[in-house]
């Protein structure tokens, strides 16, 4: 079973406090969560402003399916995140 992981590098330059920071990384995760099937969660840069990243995994029977799904989460991704998104990397495992 082949599993997909997704790291969002996120800048978020209006941001002047922590709470601001969650602010937006919470709207973006659920709306990101309501699109997809990934987990999601905030694993770098919580104690910076302005920085964040987020990691996401889900996995599939197969691989092509795992191709399509994973596109559609970057699509959406890039959609939510706008200008935020400063880089996305994809990465298939296969255990």
Same mark, same amino acid.
């Given at each position: 079973?082949? $599993? /997909?992981?997704?790291?969002?590098? $996120?800048?978020?330059?209006?941001?002047?406090?922590? =709470?601001? =920071?969650? @602010? +937006?990384? %919470?709207?973006?995760?659920? %709306? !990101?969560? *309501?699109?997809? @099937?990934?987990? $999601?969660?905030? &694993? /770098?840069?919580?104690?910076?402003?302005? @920085? /964040?990243?987020?990691?996401? &995994?889900? &996995?599939? /029977?197969?691989? *092509? +399916?795992?191709?399509? &799904?994973?596109?559609?989460?970057? %699509?959406?991704?890039?959609? $939510? !995140?706008?200008?935020?998104?400063?880089?996305?990397? +994809?990465?298939?495992?296969?255990?």
């Amino acid at each position: 079973m082949p $599993i /997909a992981y997704c790291t969002l590098e $996120i800048h978020l330059p209006y941001a002047r406090s922590l =709470k601001d =920071k969650r @602010r +937006v990384l %919470r709207q973006a995760q659920d %709306r !990101l969560r *309501a699109r997809s @099937r990934f987990s $999601i969660a905030e &694993v /770098a840069h919580q104690e910076l402003w302005q @920085r /964040a990243r987020l990691d996401a &995994v889900t &996995v599939a /029977a197969d691989y *092509a +399916v795992l191709e399509r &799904v994973t596109g559609q989460f970057v %699509r959406d991704a890039e959609d $939510i !995140l706008g200008d935020l998104l400063t880089d996305c990397r +994809v990465s298939y495992l296969e255990p």
